[in-house]
């Protein structure tokens, strides 16, 4: 759309920017993206190795977060310190766990996988209690927390025993679910008030994860034989939306509806990268799945509920993932400090 404006020396027409698509929809994109994230892990390492896909995956997201910064006229973060801090992040935010559900996937369902990936905010939370002062336990917030981990052992079996459940590769993704609160939180206690842009700073956080993942990778890998052309074309999805677009979006959506709000995402996450295994990719499905999965989400959304403080909600004070993401400032749009967003998902 145009506007015609008239003036003395003529008739001006200004171009009038179109709308964003509704956050709803937006919100709707971002839960089936980084719920088929998994699906995508799990295709890419029939393919390459784990440190393959995720360096593949780095490399994409990378790449559309540089064009999203030269868009905008965005630049790089500047300081020593900031550059250090950003570097244990990307480490803990991104090349560790996407490291480790890219290796986990070699031995379990991307289902469980992504059951996984929902105990972030029970982590989280646990965490926060003892690394963040402000962040007090409640009894709901507690009973939220037992909640969630007995629904972990019921996706488990912990009543069988375990049986028929490879122990390195859940230990894995349970792993990389921890690994997002530990550099959400080192990221909250470090780059709060850095006085960057949150795109500024998660362009580099990735560009670092890259560079970790350029440095490991050919130390325990070898080039491909061949390029198999349908995990190559996974692994550039996975980066491109998985972690390219979606966290573009979900900077949209917490600027827009807040990080309350956005977050909603993580309990989307399980349920669709559990039918996607199960639909696509042909992944068995027993009922302790889907019934410890409702009760691990049921356990972090209690974790969530905060005290009234002062007529209001305090600020989260653990955004964790789900990551996925929890990946947004704990003051939304109306902080004035900026921290790189993480994702609410793998």
Same mark, same amino acid.
């Given at each position: 759309?145009?506007?015609?404006?008239?003036?003395? @020396?003529?008739? =001006? @027409? %200004?171009?009038?920017?179109?709308?964003?698509?509704?956050?709803?929809?937006?919100?709707?994109?971002?839960?089936?993206?980084?719920?088929?994230?998994?699906?995508?892990?799990?295709?890419? +390492?029939?393919?390459?190795?784990?440190?393959?896909? +995720?360096?593949?995956?780095?490399?994409?997201?990378?790449?559309?977060?540089?064009?999203?910064?030269?868009? =905008?006229?965005?630049?790089?973060?500047?300081?020593?310190?900031?550059?250090?801090?950003?570097?244990?992040?990307?480490?803990?935010?991104? $090349?560790?766990?996407?490291?480790?559900?890219?290796?986990?996937?070699?031995?379990?369902?991307?289902?469980?996988?992504?059951?996984?990936?929902? %105990?972030?905010?029970?982590?989280?939370?646990?965490?926060?209690?003892?690394?963040?002062?402000?962040? #007090?336990?409640? =009894?709901?917030?507690?009973?939220?927390?037992?909640?969630?981990?007995?629904?972990?052992?019921?996706?488990?079996?912990?009543?069988?025993?375990?049986?028929?459940?490879?122990?390195?590769? @859940?230990?894995?993704?349970?792993? $990389?679910?921890?690994?997002?609160?530990?550099?959400?939180?080192?990221? #909250? =206690?470090?780059?709060?008030?850095?006085?960057?842009?949150?795109?500024?700073?998660?362009?580099?956080?990735?560009?670092?994860?890259? &560079?970790?993942?350029?440095?490991?990778?050919?130390?325990?890998?070898?080039?491909?034989?061949?390029?198999?052309?349908?995990?190559?074309?996974?692994?550039?999805?996975?980066?491109?939306?998985?972690?390219?677009?979606?966290?573009?979006?979900?900077?949209?959506?917490?600027?827009?509806?807040?990080?309350?709000?956005?977050?909603?995402?993580?309990?989307?996450?399980?349920?669709? $990268? %559990?039918?996607?295994?199960?639909?696509?990719?042909?992944?068995?499905?027993?009922? /302790?799945?889907?019934?410890?999965?409702?009760?691990?989400?049921?356990?972090?959304? &209690?974790?969530?509920?905060?005290?009234? #403080?002062?007529?209001?909600?305090?600020?989260?004070? /653990?955004?964790?993932?789900?990551?996925?993401?929890?990946?947004?400032?704990?003051?939304?749009?109306?902080?004035?400090?900026?921290?790189?967003? %993480?994702?609410?998902?793998?």
């Amino acid at each position: 759309m145009s506007t015609v404006t008239a003036t003395r @020396t003529g008739i =001006r @027409t %200004t171009s009038r920017p179109r709308p964003a698509p509704d956050w709803r929809l937006r919100f709707g994109a971002l839960s089936l993206i980084w719920g088929f994230s998994f699906l995508l892990i799990k295709v890419g +390492t029939e393919g390459y190795a784990p440190f393959q896909v +995720t360096l593949g995956r780095l490399v994409f997201g990378t790449a559309v977060l540089a064009a999203a910064m030269a868009v =905008r006229r965005e630049r790089l973060p500047r300081g020593a310190r900031t550059w250090a801090h950003l570097t244990v992040a990307a480490f803990f935010l991104n $090349a560790l766990p996407f490291s480790l559900f890219a290796y986990s996937e070699l031995t379990i369902p991307s289902t469980l996988a992504g059951i996984c990936n929902a %105990t972030s905010p029970l982590w989280g939370m646990a965490l926060s209690l003892v690394a963040l002062s402000e962040d #007090r336990p409640t =009894r709901v917030r507690v009973a939220g927390l037992g909640l969630g981990f007995l629904g972990v052992l019921t996706v488990l079996g912990a009543w069988q025993g375990f049986h028929g459940l490879d122990a390195t590769g @859940t230990a894995m993704a349970l792993l $990389a679910s921890l690994s997002y609160p530990v550099g959400w939180i080192y990221v #909250r =206690r470090t780059l709060a008030g850095a006085g960057h842009s949150n795109l500024s700073l998660t362009g580099a956080q990735l560009l670092l994860a890259t &560079l970790q993942l350029a440095v490991v990778t050919p130390l325990f890998t070898s080039l491909p034989t061949n390029f198999a052309i349908t995990p190559l074309l996974a692994i550039a999805a996975l980066g491109a939306l998985g972690t390219g677009l979606a966290v573009l979006l979900q900077y949209g959506l917490v600027a827009e509806v807040g990080p309350t709000t956005a977050q909603m995402v993580t309990y989307f996450i399980p349920v669709i $990268a %559990t039918a996607a295994g199960v639909a696509i990719l042909g992944e068995s499905l027993s009922w /302790s799945t889907p019934v410890g999965a409702a009760i691990v989400l049921a356990g972090a959304a &209690l974790t969530q509920v905060r005290p009234k #403080r002062g007529g209001g909600l305090a600020d989260a004070a /653990s955004e964790s993932a789900p990551a996925p993401g929890s990946a947004a400032d704990s003051r939304g749009s109306q902080g004035s400090s900026a921290r790189p967003l %993480t994702e609410a998902g793998s």
